[in-house]
């Protein structure tokens, strides 16, 4: 009984000195909080990681919205719809009410793969009340079409406008769902810069109907990018006999001019030059900012102008004396560099400049 007391004395002895580990009601929050993002075009990955975390909550902000991911490893992915500035907020927990909070701020630039073109802008739909889609183009190949042919060279003084750029089929690309038309300063056929003019000439044409190009266009002084059309019988009678319709033209520059587009009519008038045309001019930014649908709407009776389904010019083309515009056009693309319309480049103009071309649809 003696050995027996004297061990229960020892025992009791020994878990009196012990320390008590065992706290109720004490939780042990996270610690030494990391958060890295890595940004991938329009993809942000967040790594978190944290002492005595059972587990993250990572909430993604954009546009009033969030999206709240909950993750065991502080790894989370989650893909923006536009550029801006975004915020993320990570929590490492260790029970819902228990945790600390880090929040980050980072910038998301989107681009169409690496062609640099806006993702943003205005569309339209792929039909309309009364109209057929007789034909499109969407650039969604890795060249382009049978459908087109290139201008080459310099043509007649510069194009018949003194332009500056030596047109090559090198400067005209189709990735990314875009058709590219890239103006750049370098030497070829006796000029400094060089750019692409393409055409369905021979190839494809058409008389009456809307026509519809998404596109985004360059920018800078002596920069003239043009969507436009000429008559078939151009060969046989000369221009301005043949008619021209400028569905879009833009001289870039400071000022207005990077946000101004022009729609124009061009006719000869008992063998004289006549136009007509208006002009658009946007309320913010400029037409280097995000797509836009530039379009005409075009009967036996007229031609209408249109920017994102807007009209800002018409012309009445019944008088006997613009009877070019009862007869088939063709379409022509192209980004010219300096010329007798918007002068020459200067020392604010950044090159190379692009035009992107998302679609044209013609509806009949």
Same mark, same amino acid.
Request: glycine share 10%.
């Given at each position: 009984? @003696?050995? +027996? #007391? ?23 929050? &996270?610690? *030494? ?24 909550? %990572?909430?993604?902000?954009? $546009?009033? =919205? ?26 490492? $927990? ?12 980072? *910038? !998301? ?8 073109? &806006? ?44 332009? +500056? ?15 590219? %038309? ?16 393409? @055409? ?10 809307? !026509? *519809? %190009?998404?596109?985004?266009?360059? @920018? ?11 008559? =078939? ?6 221009? /301005? ?9 833009? %001289? ?16 000869? =008038? ?7 045309? *208006? ?28 920017? =994102? ?9 019944? /008088?006997?004396? +613009?009877?070019?515009?009862?007869? @088939?056009?063709?379409?022509? #693309? ?7 319309? &918007? ?7 950044? #090159? ?13």
């Amino acid at each position: 009984m @003696k050995t +027996l #007391f004297f061990f229960l004395i020892v025992a009791l002895l020994q878990g009196a000195c012990q320390k008590n580990t065992y706290q109720p009601g004490v939780i042990i929050l &996270p610690n *030494d909080l990391t958060v890295n993002l890595v940004v991938d075009g329009a993809t942000v990955t967040v790594n978190a990681q944290a002492d005595s975390a059972n587990f993250y909550l %990572i909430t993604f902000y954009e $546009n009033g =919205d969030s999206t709240q991911v909950e993750t065991k490893t502080g790894v989370a992915t989650h893909t923006y719809n536009a550029s801006g500035q975004y915020q993320v907020k990570v929590t490492a $927990n260790t029970t819902y009410s228990d945790f600390i909070t880090e929040m980050e701020t980072f *910038d !998301i630039n989107i681009n169409a793969g690496n062609t640099g073109a &806006p993702t943003s802008g205005t569309t339209s739909p792929l039909n309309y009340p009364g109209y057929t889609l007789v034909w499109q183009d969407e650039f969604n190949g890795l060249s382009l079409s049978q459908n087109w042919v290139y201008d080459i060279g310099t043509g007649n003084s510069g194009w018949g406008n003194n332009e +500056l750029q030596y047109y090559t089929n090198q400067n005209a690309v189709v990735s990314d769902g875009l058709l590219q %038309i890239t103006a750049k300063q370098e030497a070829m056929g006796g000029q400094n810069y060089t750019s692409s003019r393409i @055409k369905t000439q021979g190839i494809q044409s058409w008389k009456y109907g809307r !026509i *519809d %190009i998404r596109a985004a266009l360059p @920018k800078g002084q002596g920069i003239w990018p043009a969507l436009w059309m000429l008559g =078939d019988n151009i060969t046989s009678v000369g221009w /301005p006999s043949c008619g021209e319709i400028d569905i879009m033209e833009m %001289i870039g520059g400071a000022g207005n001019n990077d946000k101004t587009i022009h729609g124009t009519a061009h006719w000869s =008038d008992n063998g004289s030059h006549a136009q007509y045309g *208006d002009s658009y001019t946007l309320n913010s930014g400029v037409f280097a900012d995000e797509f836009h649908v530039f379009s005409i709407v075009w009967n036996a009776n007229g031609i209408t102008w249109l920017v =994102d389904n807007v009209v800002y010019n018409t012309i009445n083309t019944t /008088p006997a004396q +613009l009877a070019e515009f009862q007869e @088939k056009f063709f379409l022509i #693309f192209n980004v010219a560099v300096g010329g007798n319309w &918007p002068g020459s480049p200067d020392g604010t103009t950044q #090159f190379p400049q692009t035009m992107y071309v998302d679609y044209v649809r013609i509806f009949q």
